[in-house]
């Protein structure tokens, strides 16, 4: 027997057509948003809390377009050398624009003493913006006794910190045998007479307060 032609529905079909190409498009986007990837600014080497952030320790990372991270672009690479870390940043790091200063107050209203450290003398691996403790570890060389120009009575006691200060610059390292470490610390003026004193007789010690790396 012949058979019933069959009934069309061209707007179902048309419809369907539609909701494929409309999957398929919604699928396209997805993957190539989840693949857009942009350059961002990442720290390579500790930097501490004051220092200018040098060339050498930023690197370029691809991250998703997409990151909840208010990340540092690194087509803005060539400015984050000029600037300060307003934190100590640690290798690794990911920059955020809040983790950068345009000034560092490290001797904001603090005089500037330099030290000479031996082996023994401080901690290896400092950094600047660190914050340690000055203590004596000889006589001074007439220090004591305030020959070095400063007020009666202000002395070093064995055993006792001098001042506390901020790192604002080091030159080399204690880490090793026969090295030395130049060492600038920000203190305050009423301490700076006696620590120069005991430096210039190479009579101090420097520690790491807690927190401060």
Request: aromatic share 4%.
């Amino acid at each position: 027997m012949p058979s019933a032609p069959r009934e069309r529905k061209p707007a179902l079909a048309a419809l369907a057509v539609l909701l494929v190409a409309l999957g398929a498009v919604a699928a396209g986007y997805l993957v190539i948003s989840a693949g857009h990837r942009v350059g961002a600014v990442e720290i390579t080497a500790e930097v501490g809390q004051g220092q200018q952030i040098p060339a050498s320790a930023i690197k370029e990372v691809q991250i998703n377009a997409d990151s909840d991270v208010h990340y540092v672009a690194w087509q803005f690479a060539n400015r984050v050398t000029g600037v300060f870390a307003a934190v100590q940043i640690p290798a690794g790091t990911l920059l955020t624009p809040s983790m950068t200063t345009a000034t560092s107050n490290l001797t904001a209203g603090k005089v500037e003493v330099g030290l000479s450290l031996k082996p023994g003398q401080a901690p290896a691996n400092l950094l600047i913006g660190q914050t340690v403790q000055a203590f004596p570890v000889g006589n001074g060389s007439g220090c004591a006794g305030g020959t070095n120009g400063t007020a009666s009575g202000n002395t070093a006691t064995p055993g006792v910190s001098i001042t506390t200060g901020t790192i604002v610059s080091v030159i080399g390292s204690t880490s090793t045998n026969g090295s030395t470490a130049a060492v600038t610390l920000a203190v305050p003026a009423t301490d700076a007479g006696v620590l120069a004193c005991y430096a210039s007789a190479g009579d101090v010690a420097i520690a790491l307060t807690p927190g401060s790396g």
